[in-house]
């Protein structure tokens, strides 16, 4: 079973061969749909109904130092960010904050790495601690670890397979990506360390049945809020001597984090926690609400098109209590983990049809999956639909 996760260095999106003008029914060529990234677009019709109202201005005199607040261990975290960081956590119920260490890194990238240097440069060893993963995993994880070739850590793969004694490195998705699968380590050995990726455990794509309390715990306001290109992610650490070394990484990578991206994420962090609260204004829909219901009506318009076709095969999920909603609800995860029928190379199937996906090698899977982001833009998405319905050949195999 293990044998079969390998990791792929199939092409990304941007390399993909060029794609075949196929026409529509003769006329105009096919635009491609690009649902390889999990460019959260879906939310930009979210913030423009928000508008300006609700909008930062920074004074040009302000964030000249590099210094946010030198009595704090993380001395570039802006004291608005962390205040706001917390509050939500709160408000939403999905994350223990008290009694921790909130480090902000320029997306939740840099904070994996900045993990993985502190807890491999703790132990001092002289060999590359391994990093591993339950396959299908994050496809960036082999890549990010690997990338700078260390000799503090090394991606040693599916962390089902892993038989190796001595300490190792599992990063654990919950909800998981591609596959939307609430995770919990599997090595389980003593001399294991545990960093848990929570970017999607918000409550537009899964139930918040308890606060997470675990000793490394990393967030980013892409998932949460949409706003990828704002780069500013944090973790929740436990641990005073991993945060500092954690903090130390980020100051020699990056000397800090941009304090105009702290701000305008404080600003959005605090809009979220207003929508809410029940004496919210009445312009502001509550955003958790309405990105769910949205979430929802896309994995129905999934559904519907694939349950008629003997093709594909979407996973089910099952309802779960929500502590934020109050509510039974379904997962809605951000991407959607297609199967393909045996013998399918799936993602040679879309790229003919002009639909760009991640294959499943990357993932550490089997060429018959995808990922697919549900995160487009509408007119995407319900491109994207339209023209799955669309598909019905078999005749794409290995």
Known sequence: MCGKYIVSKSPKASSVSPVPQATDNGHQPQPIINLDHGDPTMYESYWKEVGQKYSVTIPVFQSLSYFANMKNLCWFLEPKLEEEIKTLHKNVGNAITEN???IVGTGSSQLILAALYALSDSLNDPNPVSVVSAAPYYSSYPEITDFLRSQLYKWSGDARCFDKDGPYIEMVTSPNNPDGVIRKPVVNRA??????????????????????????MLFTVS???????????????????IARKMVKFIEINTIGVSK????????????????????????????????????????????????????????????QYCNFTNEFTETYPGFAWIKCK???????????????????????????????????????????VQRLSTIHGTGNQN
Not at 223 to 241: F, L, M, P, Q
């Open 191 to 216: 001399q294991g360390m545990v960093v848990h990726d929570l970017a999607y455990y918000w409550p537009q794509y899964t139930a918040i049945t308890s606060p997470a309390d675990h000793d490394i």
């Open 223 to 241: 998932k949460c809020t949409g706003h990828a290109g704002s780069r500013i992610g944090w973790a929740v650490v436990r641990d005073e001597n």
């Open 100 to 102: 921790r260490h909130i």
């Open 342 to 384: 045996e013998g399918v190379d799936c993602e040679k199937l879309f790229r003919e049809h002009k639909i760009l996906t991640r294959s499943g090698k990357r993932f550490g899977g089997d060429a018959e999956y995808v990922r697919i982001s549900m995160l487009s833009r509408d007119e995407e998405f319900d491109l994207f």
């Open 260 to 319: 105009e991206a702290q701000l305008r994420a404080a600003n959005i962090l605090e809009i979220i926690s207003l929508s809410c609260q029940r004496q919210k204004p009445r312009d502001l829909d509550n955003f958790f609400e309405h990105s769910h219901q949205l979430m929802a009506e896309r994995w129905k318009k999934l559904r519907n098109v694939v349950k008629n076709n003997q093709l594909f095969y979407v996973p089910k999920f099952p309802n």
